[in-house]
């Protein structure tokens, strides 16, 4: 089991984010539920009792609303494919220049079967974002910022911390409504709930920003302007590179020079560029989180995971698409059943919480 710690943040959103890589990857619902499944898996083993730990089932909801909306602009409004007709609704037609859109008409299999496939697949992605959001400690993930990126670290800070503060001010207006006798559902209750959530959660966020900039986060220490241009110059050039790099990449018939040597060229330039801002930067750490053994497996797990799928759907292997028309049971990709195992590994190659953060989970389970 390893002794008792906090996981590096980062690493819990390597593995999260190679996760949702992976799920991009293919459509074959029994692939993503397999991936949806091993994140409630790893947040249910590994997930601290923290306002952002209880994030996770919003999450889940999200993408249930995510994939009922998918299907039913699916079968509102894009034209039908397929031949199956399941329902036959009053259509309105509409002019040629619109043959791509349409409003009502016939519901079939196939189309259903398409948008299920495509809203499972966004889903899935962002369940694995949750994932990260419910492993990953938002002020931890903050201190192991690069010294170069402190602006951009305090914008991504304040948008992670807004929705785990969201998730526990609605559980807290549940809980005073329930006290006073109110109803807690429906859509008089939401409509009442949802100005002082967002309220709260904006307010925490600030709070959240202006705490750090009146601890001098992010203070520079004396630095050029010659060097502050060629800082952001090297910067830009790195990242233009890595966007050319990476097309090249995705592209067919693109000259080699154009794919990963460009791309190699460009990632290098940018970290370069940070490293170099970095050091202007005034910085000290208490307790920095440490990155060893356990860090390197977690993230080895969500980069494999990525690595294999990506590798699967380039060389198409059987499995990876799933098939809507005509309508088929999808296969099981054993290269892909092997990418899944190893992302759950990350449920057992991660230390355990901390005994007190533990045993507070412990009695919120036994009290819900």
């Known amino acids: 089991m390893g002794e008792a710690r906090w996981l590096h943040p980062g690493a819990w959103w390597i593995w ?9 990857r293919t459509t074959n619902p029994l692939l993503l539920i397999a991936l949806i499944a091993v994140a409630a898996l790893v947040v ?70 398409m948008g299920f496939y495509d809203g499972l697949r966004l889903a899935t992605i962002l369940i694995c974002i949750g994932a990260a959001n ?21 914008s991504i800070v304040v948008a992670l911390t807004f929705t785990p503060q969201l998730v526990a001010d609605v559980e807290r207006l549940k809980t005073a409504r329930r006290l006073r006798g109110r109803r807690t559902t429906g859509p008089r209750a939401i409509a009442a709930a949802a100005i002082p959530v967002l309220e ?26 010659r060097r502050r241009r060629g800082t952001t110059g ?3 050039l790195g990242l233009v590179a890595a966007c050319i790099g990476t097309y090249g990449l995705v592209s067919a018939g693109s000259p080699a020079l154009m794919g990963l040597p460009l791309l ?21 750490r208490y307790r920095p989180d440490p990155w060893s053994l356990p860090e390197w497996l977690v993230s080895a797990a969500g ?40 992302a759950a590994t990350a449920a057992v190659t991660a230390p355990p919480l901390p005994r007190s953060m533990r045993m507070q989970r412990e009695l919120v389970e036994v009290g819900a």
């Not at 966020?205 to 705490?211: D, E, K, P, R, W």
């Open 134 to 154: 419910s492993l990953a400690s938002p002020t931890r993930l903050l201190k192991s910022v690069p010294a170069g990126l402190y602006e951009l670290g305090v």
């Open 44 to 113: 249910h083993a590994r997930r601290p009792d923290a306002p952002w730990g209880r994030s996770f089932r919003f999450f889940l909801q999200l993408g249930l609303i995510v994939i009922v909306v998918r299907m039913a602009v699916q079968v509102l409004l894009v034209s039908s494919v397929g031949t199956t007709t399941i329902l036959d609704l009053p259509g309105i037609t509409l002019p040629e220049w619109l043959a791509g859109i349409r409003i009502g008409g016939d519901v079939r299999l196939e189309s259903l079967l």
């Open 234 to 236: 090297l910067l830009l």
């Open 200 to 225: 709260g959660a904006l307010e925490r966020s600030v709070t959240l920003a202006a705490a750090m900039d009146s601890r001098g986060y992010g203070r520079r220490g004396p630095e050029s302007a």
């Open 303 to 342: 980069v494999t995971v990525a690595g294999i799928f990506t590798v699967a759907a380039w060389s198409g292997m059987s499995g990876m698409v799933a098939s809507f028309d005509p309508p088929t049971w999808p296969s099981l990709p054993l290269a892909a059943l092997i990418g899944v195992a190893i």
């Open 264 to 284: 190699v060229l460009g990632l290098g330039s940018a970290v370069g560029a940070v490293v170099w801002s970095g050091r202007s930067q005034v910085r000290t």
């Open 16 to 24: 999260a984010l190679g996760m949702a890589a992976a799920a991009s």
